[in-house]
């Protein structure tokens, strides 16, 4: 029975349990609803918190960007108030600016009219002022035009002439000065004598006994003497001489020497006079190389080609209006090498050039042609440099020169052969050398006379005035002057001198 209560009170105890269980369980349900439910309405009212304060934000915010968007629109709307008015006054002032523009319009539109009416008034007074002339003048407006173009060009060609002769009288004043400082000054410092050595042709002999045994038996003598120099021996009756004759100054040298050493010695016969002769050939080519040695070192050039050296040597034994042509070239290059150094050019082309201007000469009578022109194809030959060649071949004006130097080459050559004494002239050559310059002169139109004077050195012409004006001597003189370099052949230089002279006489009665 205990069992049965047991089980009873055990069943009892667990129904019990169970109900306790069930209200606990429904108990901790309901706590654990209500604490989601305070959860809930907690979370609900921070939500609803966050969602007002959310709000605010955003009323604040759009506040804010509503008074930054009012305050932007106000400057705007200011900008926009200001340039509406700036473009209101530029409007006014365009305005006014169109409304002065088209009263000026106006004016010059007036203007214009009554410029037009002054203008037709001005044209209808020259017509009538032209038809009142012709008609007093009686000459049309072409005639008229042309009288005054005429007297126009005569007065237009008096005022050029007396222009070009103040400009070129002006130029030459100058160029004459400073012409005459350099030339002044090379000629002072080159020493040497005012005449210089010429060659002599006359062998004296210690008697007239000697012209027999020069001469020879039937002549043989001087026969087998003229065949081996080529020279030609002239005795005649000149006390105690005989002239030697032969156009090449070398080989004349050569028959004088040997003629002198045959007098000496006495022993005069073909084969001696052939022994006598190659010996003075031998000492005559010495004499050569030595004295275009001597050139050559006193003018200063270092070296020069053999060939030129021998040519230089030879020039010794050459004369030109008896002055030596070596001693003429040697004070050529020290004259151009001075004139250099005062002008700044180049003194060593100068000198050179002025030493070799005349190598022509030493064998212009074997080759055609002008010795300017041989002695610049020599020296082209010889490798030398255009610069010289040109020195050589413009010296008498028949080539164009390229340089100062040339330049300078041309007037030392004038100077040396211009200086007094430096040169011989026949009277015979000289009156018609003087002839010859006055018959070039009256050679051309207009000239009415000429003279020349300082012994001839210049020529003065006479123009006929009524033929010639003022500006055609000054092309006359050119031209007479051009004539003068081509036709004749002078030392030095001649001055043209033009005059043209108007008379007006008359006779009171």
């Known amino acids: 029975m205990n069992w049965i209560r047991d089980m009873l009170v055990a069943l009892g105890c667990l129904t019990v349990g169970?109900?306790?269980?069930?209200?606990?369980?429904?108990?901790?349900?309901?706590?654990?609803?209500?604490?989601s439910r305070a959860e809930a309405e907690r979370l609900l009212e921070e939500a609803q918190t966050r969602y007002k304060e959310m709000i605010l934000a955003a009323k604040d915010e759009a506040l804010k960007i509503r008074d930054e968007a009012e305050v932007e629109i106000n400057k705007k709307?200011?900008?926009?108030?200001?340039?509406?008015?700036?473009?209101?006054?530029?409007?006014?002032a365009l305005d006014h600016k169109m409304d002065r523009l088209e009263n000026r319009e106006r004016k010059l539109n007036q203007r214009q009219a009554k410029l037009d009416k002054l203008q037709h008034d001005l044209e209808t007074a020259k017509e009538e002022h032209l038809r009142e002339l012709e008609r007093v003048s009686q000459m049309s407006v072409e005639e008229a035009r042309e009288m005054l173009l005429q007297t126009v060009e005569e007065k237009t060609r008096q005022d050029m002439a007396r222009i070009i002769r103040q400009v070129e009288a002006e130029a030459q004043e100058e160029a004459d000065r400073r012409a005459r400082e350099i030339i002044s000054t090379a000629i002072q410092r080159l020493a040497s004598e005012e005449v210089a050595e010429t060659t002599v042709s006359l062998v004296p002999l210690p008697s007239d006994e000697?012209?027999?045994?020069?001469?020879?038996?039937?002549?043989?003598?001087?026969?087998?003497?003229?065949?081996?120099?080529?020279?030609?021996?002239?005795?005649?009756?000149?006390?105690?001489?005989?002239?030697?004759?032969?156009?090449d100054p070398v080989r004349r040298e050569v028959a004088r020497v040997a003629l002198n050493k045959l007098i000496v010695d006495g022993r005069i016969h073909p084969a001696r006079i052939e022994k006598i002769v190659a010996k003075a050939q031998e000492e005559v080519e010495a004499i050569i190389q030595e004295e275009g040695e001597r050139a050559m070192h006193e003018v200063g050039i270092p070296s020069l080609h053999p060939e030129l050296i021998q040519l230089l040597g030879r020039l010794h034994f050459r004369t030109s209006y008896g002055q030596n042509v070596l001693q003429h070239s040697i004070e050529t290059a020290h004259l151009a090498g001075m004139m250099a150094a005062e002008l700044?050019?180049?003194?060593?082309?100068?000198?050179?050039?002025?030493?070799?201007?005349?190598?022509?000469?030493?064998?212009?009578?074997?080759?055609?042609?002008?010795?300017?022109?041989?002695?610049?194809?020599?020296?082209?030959?010889?490798?030398?440099?255009?610069?010289?060649?040109?020195?050589?071949a413009a010296?008498?004006?028949?080539?164009?020169?390229?340089?100062?130097?040339?330049?300078?080459?041309?007037?030392?050559?004038?100077?040396?052969?211009?200086?007094p004494g430096a040169r011989r002239e026949s009277l015979e050559t000289y009156l018609k050398r003087v002839?010859?310059?006055?018959?070039?002169?009256?050679?051309?139109?207009?000239?009415?006379?000429?003279?020349?004077?300082q012994a001839g050195r210049?020529?003065?012409?006479?123009?006929?005035?009524?033929?010639?004006?003022?500006?055609?001597?000054?092309?006359?003189?050119?031209?007479?002057?051009?004539?003068?370099?081509e036709s004749l052949e002078y030392p030095g230089q001649i001055k043209v001198t033009v005059i043209r002279e108007t008379r007006a006489v008359e006779y009171a009665k």
């Open 18 to 35: 169970l109900a306790l269980g069930y209200l606990i369980r429904g108990y901790l349900g309901r706590a654990k609803l209500l604490s």
């Open 77 to 92: 709307r200011v900008n926009l108030q200001n340039e509406e008015a700036r473009l209101q006054r530029r409007r006014d």
């Open 210 to 247: 000697m012209k027999g045994r020069i001469i020879g038996r039937g002549g043989r003598n001087i026969r087998a003497f003229e065949k081996v120099t080529g020279v030609d021996v002239v005795v005649d009756d000149t006390p105690e001489a005989v002239v030697l004759s032969c156009f």
């Open 344 to 392: 700044g050019a180049d003194v060593a082309l100068a000198k050179e050039g002025g030493l070799l201007h005349d190598i022509g000469k030493a064998v212009d009578q074997q080759r055609e042609g002008a010795h300017a022109e041989i002695g610049a194809e020599i020296a082209r030959r010889l490798g030398k440099s255009e610069a010289i060649v040109n020195c050589i």
């Open 395 to 419: 010296h008498h004006g028949e080539t164009e020169t390229q340089s100062v130097e040339a330049v300078l080459v041309e007037a030392a050559d004038a100077i040396s052969g211009a200086r």
């Open 435 to 453: 002839q010859a310059l006055e018959e070039v002169a009256n050679s051309f139109a207009g000239v009415e006379q000429s003279y020349a004077i």
């Open 458 to 485: 210049e020529i003065r012409i006479l123009v006929k005035p009524q033929d010639i004006d003022d500006l055609a001597i000054i092309q006359l003189s050119k031209d007479i002057a051009k004539q003068v370099e």
